[in-house]
C-alpha cells in the first residue's frame, strides 16, 4: 500500500527566503508525481507534474525534483512572497495502471511580509 | 477550455437526507476521480470511474455511497442517510487518461446538521 509523508508539517518564513519542501512515498513503482497547492476553502490547483523518467520539472519559482529509487522529492521555492502561502500537497501516482494517486498530508506555508 | 466542474459548491443537508454531488470533467476527459477532505485531515481516495464503468471503488464505505458515471451527463456522487460524520469536503479530479496529469475542481462542501 502507497503511503505518502510531507515533512514538516507546517513551515512560517520572512518573504524574500527560498525554502524546500519534502515528500516521501514508501513504494518507488510511481508512474508520476504531482504538487498541488491549496489555498483555504478552494480546490486543488496543479503545480508541477514529474513523470517517472524525469528528474525534475521547473516552472517559474518553482522546482521539483524526484528520486524515484530513494522514494523522495522536493519542492524549492525561490523568493518567496506573501501570496505564496497555502496548503502544499504531494500526490504519487501507483497503482494498477496508475489509477490511483495517494496525497500526503501536506505543508502548510506561511510567507510573512 | 473549462476545468473540471463541481456542483453544488456548498451543500447542507438534514441527517437522514441524501446528497447528491456533480461532478463534469474537462472537456476531452473520460477519467473521474472522487476524493474526500475530512475536516483537518488529507485527502483520501474514495472511487475511480471511467465512462459507464466503476474501475476502482476501494476508498469508498460499503455502505450508503455510490457513484456512476454515464455515457452523457456528469459524474454523480451519491450518499444516502447522510450521518454528521459526512460532512466534509469532496473533491472531484479528471484526467485524459489512468495515469496522467489530473486536474481537480474546486469542491463541494458537505455540511450535515
Known amino acids: 500500500k502507497q503511503e505518502v509523508t510531507q515533512i514538516p508539517a507546517a513551515l512560517s518564513v520572512p518573504e524574500g527566503e527560498n525554502l524546500v519542501l519534502n515528500c516521501s512515498f514508501t513504494?518507488?513503482?510511481?508512474?508520476?508525481l504531482q504538487w498541488f497547492r491549496q489555498d483555504p476553502g478552494k480546490g486543488l490547483t496543479s503545480l508541477l507534474l514529474?513523470?517517472?523518467?524525469?528528474r525534475e520539472q521547473t516552472s517559474g519559482r518553482l522546482n521539483a525534483s524526484l528520486d524515484k529509487s530513494s522514494g523522495r522529492s522536493t519542492l524549492y521555492i525561490a523568493a518567496s512572497q506573501p501570496g505564496d502561502s497555502a496548503t502544499y500537497l504531494c500526490?504519487?501516482?501507483?497503482?494498477?495502471?496508475?489509477?490511483?494517486?495517494?496525497f500526503g498530508e501536506g505543508t502548510q506555508l506561511t510567507v510573512n511580509p | 477550455n473549462a476545468g473540471v466542474m463541481q456542483n453544488p459548491r456548498h451543500l447542507v443537508r438534514r441527517r437522514g437526507q441524501e446528497a447528491r454531488l456533480r461532478c463534469s470533467p474537462m472537456?476531452?476527459?473520460?477519467?473521474v476521480y472522487w476524493y474526500r477532505q475530512l475536516p483537518e485531515e488529507g485527502l483520501k481516495f474514495m472511487v475511480y470511474?471511467?465512462?459507464?464503468?466503476?474501475?476502482?471503488e476501494s476508498g469508498m464505505p460499503k455502505e450508503r455511497f455510490s457513484a456512476e458515471f454515464p455515457k452523457e451527463g456528469p459524474s454523480i456522487l451519491r450518499i444516502q442517510q447522510v450521518v454528521r460524520g459526512d460532512s466534509a469536503a469532496y473533491f472531484c479530479?479528471?484526467?485524459?487518461?489512468?495515469?496522467?496529469?489530473?486536474?481537480f475542481g474546486q469542491g463541494t462542501r458537505l455540511t450535515v446538521v
Open positions: 479530479a479528471s484526467s485524459d487518461q489512468a495515469n496522467t496529469e489530473a486536474f
Open positions: 513504494d518507488s513503482a510511481i508512474y508520476n
Open positions: 514529474i513523470q517517472s523518467s524525469q
Open positions: 500526490a504519487v501516482r501507483s497503482g494498477t495502471s496508475g489509477s490511483r494517486l495517494t
Open positions: 472537456k476531452g476527459h473520460s477519467h
Open positions: 470511474l471511467q465512462k459507464e464503468n466503476i474501475i476502482d
